[in-house]
Nanobody, 121 residues
C-alpha cells in the first residue's frame, strides 16, 4: 500500500505565499505522475497542477503564480504558491499515479486527505 501525506496548508494574507508538500510512502512502488487538485466550498474538485516525467501542466487560474516540482529521492511533490488570492481558498489534495511492483505490476491512483489553504485578510 502507498500513502500520500500533505502538509503546508494554513492561513495567509492575499499576496502571500505558501508551499505545500506531499510525500508518498510505502513499499515496492514507483511514481508515474503526481499532481495537485483543489476543492473550494460548494464547488467541484479541480486540477491545479500536474507533473509527469518532467512535463508540467497548470490550470489557467494559477499559471505564473504556482509552481509544481518534485524530489524523486524523497518521493515528494511540492506546490509553491505565490501571489495568493482569496479565490485560491480551498482544500488542496495531492494525487499520484503509482506503479505497484509485485508478481504482477499494476497502476493505481492515490489521493491524500487534503490540506486547507485559506487566503484572507
Amino acid at each position: 500500500q502507498v500513502q500520500l501525506v500533505e502538509s503546508g496548508g494554513g492561513l495567509v494574507q492575499p499576496g502571500g505565499s505558501l508551499r505545500l508538500s506531499c510525500a508518498a510512502s510505502g513499499s515496492r512502488f514507483s511514481i508515474n505522475a503526481m499532481g495537485w487538485y483543489r476543492q473550494a466550498p460548494g464547488k467541484e474538485r479541480e486540477l491545479v497542477a500536474t507533473l509527469t516525467s518532467g512535463s508540467t501542466n497548470y490550470a489557467d487560474s494559477v499559471k505564473g503564480r504556482f509552481t509544481i516540482s518534485r524530489d524523486n529521492a524523497k518521493n515528494t511533490v511540492y506546490l509553491q504558491m505565490n501571489s495568493l488570492k482569496p479565490e485560491d481558498t480551498a482544500v488542496y489534495y495531492c494525487n499520484a499515479d503509482i506503479l505497484i511492483r509485485g508478481w504482477r505490476d499494476y497502476n493505481m491512483d492515490y489521493w491524500g486527505k487534503g490540506t486547507l489553504v485559506t487566503v484572507s485578510s
